[in-house]
């Protein structure tokens, strides 16, 4: 069974940096995509970045790039999120998620596997 776990959400002020953690365990491929996504209150929950950890390909929104940084860790089965230059507009629940492609859109639509999320709030 596949379980991600997300960690280190919290409350900063605009401007700041956040490092978002995920682990992973139970996934049956060792190459597999990772991403997290994003969703504010009262709107559509949308991708922000994937990493494809057989090759450490990387994809972002346009709204981050720049800004923030997907990375992994595969000993750990850990993928990161670092978010710097944070704005108000960040503010969401955060989830993890894993499929088994990212390359085009599908990591945005492919996504099978996905954590129960954590808070960002970005103040201004």
């Known amino acids: 069974q596949v379980q991600l776990v997300e960690s280190g959400g919290g409350s900063v002020q605009a401007g700041g940096s956040l490092r978002l953690s995920c682990a992973a365990s139970g996934y049956t491929y060792s190459s597999h995509c990772m991403g997290w996504f994003r969703q504010a209150p009262g709107k559509e929950r949308e991708g922000v970045a994937a990493i494809y950890t057989g090759g450490s390909s990387t994809y972002y929104a346009d709204s981050v790039k720049g800004r923030f940084t997907i990375s992994q860790d595969n000993a750990k089965n850990t993928v990161y999120l670092q978010m710097n230059s944070l704005k108000p507009e960040d503010t969401a629940m955060y989830y993890c998620?894993?499929?088994?492609?990212?390359?085009?859109?599908?990591?945005?639509?492919?996504?099978?596997?996905w954590g129960k999320g954590t808070l960002v709030t970005i103040s201004s």
């Open positions: 998620a894993a499929g088994r492609f990212c390359a085009g859109d599908l990591w945005l639509y492919g996504m099978d596997y």
